[in-house]
């Protein structure tokens, strides 16, 4: 996994609360039994007019050019939630999207995130308000910064940093880039000692192998 | 300390103390479908690591697979039938047991882990699936992952959870006669919003819990994910201990005694502390509808569509404006004033043997058929459901009705590129999601019980009126 330490990028707003992973990748999109591919779905419900022939719609945030490149993504509350399919978080990081900012995320979309290295901030309305009334005075030169290392926001100098909220273990992990299963290889032994005890606790829990 | 059923469930789990919120849960159980299952196993396999409690891992063919009568590997998904073959090859390289397409018990994942004994009060379940809250209702500690962390669980048996906060959501009295658990769980969606579990594991509590039937609260718990909770929990009861005595994977003799033994714990403790406390009055409810594209959009069935202007806020009038838009409603229209092209009766909600029969009933109470112009499919949740629904001969009056009888599977709760109600199709579904676009592009989704969609299939617009 890409470690996760500062960014900086243009920050466009998708401000619904419930978007959901249908609408970040529809199901027709997954085409491939791989993680990959996926970039061109990403909210093909609401980028493309027909998403058959890919015309685009020249309404939506992320085909304007004001917002051409943009890699933190400002959304409403609960994102993604719905299906756990972690299509979502591939296909937005296919896409260029390295942090998601919302008030509220649906939890296996933010585990899923936390696993692919893309980085969920959660930010309350109105300080997501605030960013957004710098940003969209030049999107493309009001660029956000993400820092880990300090849980900050930068945007608005006049502001100040925006301090968020991080969980030390999750942070830790995109910090390092850590791989979550070499991680817990290292506590096969106490899953071992867990299980010899457990065969006794509960061993109507155990199947048996062949 | 008392502890509620939660915290004993996480308890009985815990490997180790990662940090304060944070541990290592062993899974007992791991479940995989074809659609994000492959995944999983492949990724699995190019890392060269191996499943390691193979016993335990099951996947089944239940997304992608068709419904139609005769299928086989090919589907009208496009590239769906890689899906397919990658599955089972994947499946056979790491042992674990499948339930390919011409398994007599091949079903969609949440209904066939309790009917065979897969799943069970006090184990652990993992599915790269967001309804395996399902099993809550009986008793289990089961939710839904991503890929990979299902891979982290073939892996190592293993997760590292973030510990929930907990919520009791209470029911006040007992559901009125033609009122199911499908109602009951949209109302509560209704009550507490979409976002409204966020972080919370749930348990459900109250008389008109304890009257459910098992099939029943695994409708209930089976949208705990859809209030955003971790997962839903009922306390198993020995309903439940009946309804998993000889289940094919469930255990036998000393080891069924003990488990028995062992759900007898299996309960919140009187004075356990819950982070959150809710209590929902149900005593007069009514059938539920949803108008919206988020499940959370429910109304009392023969109620007003509410109008974009008297939301709460100008961002929810204009959610709501949009929402309508989308669904081709009209604040203060009634829903019955909405003919409906299509209704579907199936998914991991409402496809057990129970859903069918009430259905069925319906048909037979009023002699009614299907409306002329609704394309109306029942499909059987899984290959048991089928085959118990065609001894009692409820194909039969399903298919005298007008509906088609599938094959097991997903189906049409979700739109994956092959079979589609068509742009704009008026949906009446029993299924779980009315996102945009969720049963096929364009398609106006309206959740409901399966009375409620069978009543609707027959009069050809939306409606809860049992007697029409
Ligand atoms: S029936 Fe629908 S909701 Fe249930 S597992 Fe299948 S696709 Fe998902």
């Given at each position: 996994m890409t470690p996760f330490s500062q960014h900086l990028g243009v920050a466009a707003p998708l401000l619904r609360d419930n978007i959901d992973t249908d609408t970040i990748i529809p199901s027709r999109e997954m085409r491939t039994v791989s993680r990959t591919g996926l970039a061109a779905g990403l909210f093909a419900p609401w980028r493309y007019t027909d998403a058959e022939v890919r015309t685009?719609?020249?309404?939506f945030v992320l085909n304007s050019t004001d917002y051409d490149g943009a890699s933190i993504l400002v959304a409403g509350q609960n994102f993604g939630c719905g299906s756990s399919r972690e299509h979502a978080v591939w296909a937005l990081i296919e896409s260029g999207f390295r942090v998601v900012i919302a008030p509220s995320f649906a939890t296996i979309f933010k585990n899923n995130a936390l696993r692919n290295g893309l980085l969920t901030v959660e930010l309350d309305h109105s300080g997501i308000l605030e960013m957004l009334n710098w940003v969209e005075v030049d999107p493309q030169r009001h660029l956000v910064e993400v820092d880990l290392e300090q849980c900050v926001l930068r945007h608005d100098a006049a502001l100040g940093p925006t301090p968020f909220v991080m969980n030390p273990q999750s942070r830790k992990m995109l910090l390092q880039g850590l791989d979550e299963i070499g991680l817990t290889e290292q506590s096969l032994d106490s899953i071992a000692a867990f299980e010899a005890k457990d065969r006794k606790r509960r061993p109507w829990a155990h199947l048996s192998g062949d | 300390m008392a502890k509620t059923l939660f915290d004993k469930l996480w308890q009985e789990h815990?490997?180790?103390?990662?940090s304060e919120r944070e541990s290592l849960l062993y899974i007992d159980r791991i479940f995989l479908h074809e659609r994000t299952g492959s995944v999983a196993l492949n990724s699995l396999l190019e890392c060269g690591r191996e499943v390691r409690r193979r016993e335990h891992a099951f996947c089944t063919m239940d997304h992608i697979v068709d419904t139609f009568p005769g299928r086989g590997d090919t589907t009208l998904m496009p590239s769906g039938k890689d899906f397919i073959v990658a599955t089972r090859s994947a499946t056979r390289e790491t042992g674990i047991r499948l339930f390919d397409?011409?398994?007599?018990?091949?079903?969609i994942v949440h209904v066939i882990s309790p009917e065979l004994g897969i799943a069970l009060p006090g184990l652990s379940l993992i599915c790269p699936d967001s309804h395996t809250c399902t099993l809550g209702g009986l008793g289990a500690l089961a939710w839904g992952v991503g890929s990979t962390e299902a891979e982290h669980a073939l892996a190592t048996s293993t997760l590292r959870v973030t510990r929930p906060q907990t919520m009791q959501v209470r029911f006040e009295g007992s559901l009125p006669q033609g009122v199911t658990a499908k109602d009951l769980m949209l109302f509560t969606i209704r009550e507490l919003s979409a976002a409204g579990g966020g972080g919370y594991a749930i348990e459900f509590a109250g008389e008109a819990i304890e009257a459910l039937s098992v099939e029943a609260r695994l409708t209930l718990c089976n949208m705990a994910t859809e209030l955003s909770a971790f997962t839903g929990l009922v306390a198993p009861d020995q309903k439940v201990v009946d309804y998993c005595a000889g289940r094919q994977f469930a255990p036998s003799g000393a080891r069924w005694d003990q488990a028995c033994a062992h759900w007898q714990s299996l309960r919140s403790d009187p004075q356990a502390h819950f982070d959150s406390k809710k209590t929902l009055d149900i005593a007069h409810l009514k059938p539920q509808l949803s108008w919206g594209t988020s499940p959370q959009y429910c109304i009392d069935w023969d109620d007003a569509i509410p109008l974009a202007g008297d939301a709460l806020n100008a961002s929810d009038s204009a959610a709501w404006q949009r929402m309508q838009e989308y669904m081709g409603l009209a604040g203060g229209s009634r829903l019955s004033d909405y003919p409906i092209d299509a209704a579907f009766i199936g998914s991991c909600t409402n496809s057990r043997l129970s859903d069918l029969r009430l259905a069925a009933d319906y048909l037979l109470r009023t002699g009614h058929r299907v409306a002329r112009g609704v394309k109306a499919l029942c499909v059987p949740g899984s290959g048991r459901v089928k085959r118990e629904a065609e001894a009692q001969g409820l194909h039969e009056i399903f298919l005298n009705a007008g509906f088609e009888w599938r094959e097991p599977g997903c189906s049409m709760c979700f739109y994956a590129g092959g079979e589609s109600f068509g742009d704009r199709a008026r949906v009446a579904s029993t299924t779980n999601r009315n996102f945009e676009g969720r049963q096929g592009i364009g398609a106006r989704t309206h959740l409901a019980s399966p009375v409620t969609v069978v009543a609707s299939a027959c009069a050809g617009y939306l409606t809860a009126d049992a007697t029409v």
């Open positions: 685009p719609n020249n309404g | 815990e490997v180790e103390t990662l397409i011409q398994d007599p018990d091949q079903g």
